[in-house]
């Protein structure tokens, strides 16, 4: 059990006065922690009897402050991502973002303070300066850092996950999805040659829109593709690889990314005249420049995308793109549940991690099932009969 007394001394003259809470830890050493009043040392006692009681009390003096955390977990993701050890260059760098703000917050307070209470009213201090999605983003990387921080033995309790923390929401999960119309404005866009432009370069903006819009590819996917994963002779493509801005050619998101996509005769036409152009029997990535070297993600943006959204006339009224590139894979996931395939069958050709994926971003496009409404009725229905023989029973 921990005690708490007035402790009161004078200093050059002064006199002073503390409150100290007295305890023995799990180890069986005796303990101080110094407060300011004897409220602060009452919730400083409570909190420390709960903690050694469940055995997740860990002395102030053996922890570390959030910013030292900080700096060590950084370290360690570094080191994870440059010996790809299931995480990437890109995250080790979103991670550091998301850092800054949790330092700027409470980087001073030592990890054994740190509680719900403290976490909640960092989570509405972010609210009134980021987006609901950068705060979260911020909060998914504080539970990590506290995942890190309990295997260094910094700290025993994780406020994160223990702890309930009221969060913003992620905003409509709805994406910006090209209608039909404009998806045909867009095909139209890509059978007009603009004036000078090489029949590489074209052809080549063409592929990279079907391999979208038809295959449903990721952009790093698109970039990313190998000649070698193209079967001509089953007419499918094997999506095997992803570019990444830092990473480089890395594996597709999640495992689900392996997957095979068919070749509607549009996406083969476009591949066979980029293949013939480059002399039949190509190796190496599908998209290049005029140099050799394989397309980045940025130059497919601004080189093709770009001109080719300007071209089919849907841009905003400051002459922005209305749709990023990655709308036509939502375009391909919109039509393929148009044309009635299953959330599975879906998730298996898109390469969703999972169908609760699927469900979340394009649940709201998946026709109502009928099933559930002609259930309902025979319910209500089987419920008045029963009722109506329990009055004629009664009468």
Same mark, same amino acid.
Request: with cysteine.
């Given at each position: 059990?921990?005690?708490?007394?007035?402790?009161?001394?004078?200093?050059?003259?002064?006199?002073?006065?503390?409150?100290?809470?007295?305890?023995?830890?799990?180890?069986?050493?005796?303990?101080?922690?110094?407060?300011?009043?004897?409220?602060?040392?009452?919730?400083?006692?409570?909190? #420390?009897?709960?903690?050694?009681?469940?055995?997740?009390?860990?002395?102030?003096?053996?922890?570390?402050? @959030?910013?030292?955390?900080?700096?060590?977990?950084?370290?360690? =993701?570094?080191?994870?991502?440059?010996?790809?050890?299931?995480?990437?260059?890109?995250?080790?760098?979103?991670?550091?973002? =998301?850092?800054?703000?949790?330092? /700027?917050?409470?980087?001073?307070?030592?990890?054994?303070?740190?509680?719900?209470?403290?976490?909640?009213?960092?989570?509405?201090?972010?609210?009134?300066?980021?987006?609901?999605?950068?705060?979260?983003?911020?909060?998914?990387?504080?539970?990590? *850092?506290?995942?890190?921080?309990?295997?260094?033995?910094?700290?025993?309790?994780?406020?994160?996950?223990?702890?309930?923390?009221?969060?913003? &929401?992620?905003?409509?999960?709805?994406?910006?999805?090209?209608?039909?119309?404009?998806?045909?404005?867009?095909?139209?866009?890509?059978?007009?040659? &603009?004036?000078?432009?090489?029949?590489?370069?074209?052809?080549?903006?063409?592929?990279?829109?079907?391999?979208? @819009?038809?295959?449903?590819?990721?952009?790093?996917?698109? =970039?990313?593709?190998?000649?070698?994963?193209?079967?001509?002779?089953?007419? #499918?493509?094997?999506?095997?690889?992803?570019?990444?801005?830092?990473?480089?050619?890395?594996?597709?998101?999640?495992?689900?990314?392996?997957? #095979?996509? &068919?070749?509607?005769?549009?996406?083969?036409k476009a591949l066979e005249e980029l293949r013939d152009l480059k002399g039949g029997k190509p190796v190496g990535h599908v998209l290049t420049t005029k140099t050799g070297h394989h397309m980045g993600l940025s130059l497919l943006r601004e080189d093709y995308w #770009?001109?080719?959204?300007?071209?089919?006339?849907?841009?905003?009224?400051?002459?922005?793109?209305?749709?990023?590139?990655?709308?036509?894979?939502?375009?391909?996931?919109?039509?393929?549940?148009?044309?009635?395939?299953?959330? *599975?069958? @879906?998730?298996? @050709?898109?390469?969703? /991690?999972?169908?609760?994926?699927?469900?979340?971003?394009?649940?709201?496009?998946?026709?109502?099932?009928?099933?559930?409404?002609?259930?309902?009725?025979?319910?209500?229905?089987?419920?008045?009969?029963?009722?109506?023989?329990?009055?004629?029973?009664?009468?």
């Amino acid at each position: 059990m921990a005690s708490v007394r007035k402790r009161e001394w004078t200093h050059n003259g002064e006199s002073k006065t503390a409150w100290v809470v007295a305890y023995t830890d799990q180890k069986g050493k005796r303990r101080l922690i110094t407060c300011k009043s004897k409220k602060e040392a009452d919730k400083e006692r409570l909190r #420390v009897e709960v903690e050694i009681e469940n055995g997740q009390h860990t002395p102030a003096t053996e922890t570390v402050s @959030v910013h030292y955390a900080i700096e060590e977990w950084l370290k360690d =993701c570094e080191g994870r991502a440059a010996v790809k050890s299931r995480l990437t260059k890109a995250s080790s760098e979103h991670y550091k973002y =998301c850092s800054r703000r949790i330092d /700027a917050e409470i980087g001073s307070k030592l990890l054994t303070s740190v509680n719900g209470q403290m976490l909640q009213l960092m989570v509405n201090d972010l609210v009134l300066k980021f987006k609901p999605k950068t705060v979260r983003n911020t909060m998914m990387a504080m539970t990590l *850092l506290f995942d890190f921080a309990i295997e260094r033995g910094w700290v025993k309790r994780h406020p994160v996950r223990d702890e309930k923390i009221h969060m913003p &929401p992620w905003g409509s999960p709805k994406p910006a999805i090209p209608s039909k119309e404009d998806i045909a404005r867009l095909i139209g866009a890509t059978e007009i040659r &603009p004036p000078g432009e090489s029949d590489l370069k074209f052809m080549t903006g063409r592929a990279a829109f079907y391999l979208a @819009v038809l295959g449903g590819m990721r952009r790093g996917e698109v =970039c990313a593709l190998q000649w070698e994963n193209v079967d001509w002779q089953r007419g #499918v493509i094997t999506v095997r690889h992803n570019l990444a801005r830092l990473d480089g050619l890395k594996e597709p998101k999640t495992r689900a990314g392996n997957r #095979v996509i &068919p070749m509607s005769p549009p996406l083969r036409k476009a591949l066979e005249e980029l293949r013939d152009l480059k002399g039949g029997k190509p190796v190496g990535h599908v998209l290049t420049t005029k140099t050799g070297h394989h397309m980045g993600l940025s130059l497919l943006r601004e080189d093709y995308w #770009v001109p080719l959204v300007k071209r089919a006339g849907l841009c905003d009224t400051a002459g922005r793109p209305r749709y990023r590139f990655h709308a036509l894979r939502h375009a391909a996931a919109s039509l393929l549940i148009e044309k009635g395939l299953s959330p *599975l069958h @879906v998730k298996t @050709v898109i390469g969703h /991690a999972s169908v609760k994926t699927t469900m979340d971003i394009y649940g709201h496009l998946f026709p109502e099932d009928d099933a559930i409404r002609r259930a309902t009725a025979l319910i209500a229905e089987d419920l008045a009969a029963t009722r109506a023989r329990q009055e004629g029973v009664s009468d």
